[in-house]
Structures are given as C-alpha cells and as structure tokens.
C-alpha cells in the first residue's frame, strides 16, 4: 500500500518559509518525485491561494501540474457534506480568492473512499497540513471525524525517512 499525500497550502508555505528551496535542494527534489510518482497532490483550489503571493513558491508551482487535481463528481459531493457539517471550513481568509481547505478534505475522503469501494487498498490518502491539531475548527479536527490521518510536513519527512 502507497500512501499518497494531499498537501495543504500551509505546509507548501511553511516549506518555503522555513526549508528555502536555495539551502534544502533535496529536500525540494524530494518532494518533486513524490509529485511525479503521484504521491503528492492537492486540489486546484491550492494553486489558486499560492498564486495570490509573489515569491519563489508561486513560480514553483506554476511548473508542478501533476501536484494539482482537478475537482471530479465524487470531490464534489464531499465538499458538501464537508461544509453542511464545517461550516467554519467555508471562510475565506482573502475576499475573492476560494478557500482551499474544504476541497483538501474532499479530496482525500474521495480517493479513500474510492479505493475501499474498489477493495483495491492500493493507496492511502493522508492530509497534509500545518494547522492546530489541538483546535476543534482546524483541518486536522475534521480529518479526524473522518478517520483520515493528517500529519505536518515533519511528520512526512518521518514517514519518507528523509535525513537532512
């Protein structure tokens, strides 16, 4: 069984911010297989709150599109039952720009629920995030009522066994 990462704009973020891509290039090139493996996605809806900024991540992402995934019927009919139960996930931090965080979950309760409908269990979905695991209006806690693992970005490097 693989496991595939659905990542969160935070964790992109917080790796730019904190693993620059000029001192951690492995780190970086680790990270663009896991991409080109398809062990890495994340909704459209990500892509769309990085391009709001103007650093190196925006431009990293715009040569990354195997990382972003499309919204598909079945995403959409969880993020429905995501926001009818999470009404916070709704907010938008930026007027105009769509909310990322209900489609991330949509995205990985689908692809788990696809593969167990399928009995195939080849890939497990996890999130992805660097939010408050502590905080009942956080992905985290959502992932949680959903029996979807959700990490951080240390916990992947973990599970990848990635030394740097």
Known sequence: MEIVYCIDTSSLIE?????PMDV?????????RLIKDGRLIAPV???????????ELKKWVKSKKRLFVKHDKRQMERVKDVLK??????????????????????????????????????????VVTEESKMKPNKIP??????????INLLELF???????
């Open 15 to 19: 790796m730019k911010d904190k693993y």
């Open 24 to 32: 951690f290039k492995s780190l970086w090139t680790n990270m663009e």
């Open 45 to 55: 809806d990500v892509r769309e709150e990085i391009k709001q900024g103007d650093d």
């Open 85 to 126: 139960d999470y009404r916070f996930l709704a907010k938008s931090q930026k007027p105009g720009v769509s909310n990322a965080d209900p489609w991330l979950i949509a995205l990985s309760v689908a692809k788990n629920d696809k593969e167990r409908e399928e009995l195939f269990q080849g890939n497990r979905y996890i």
């Open 141 to 150: 806690a959502v992932c949680r009522n959903y029996n979807i693992e959700c």
């Open 158 to 164: 973990r599970k990848e066994g990635w030394k740097f």
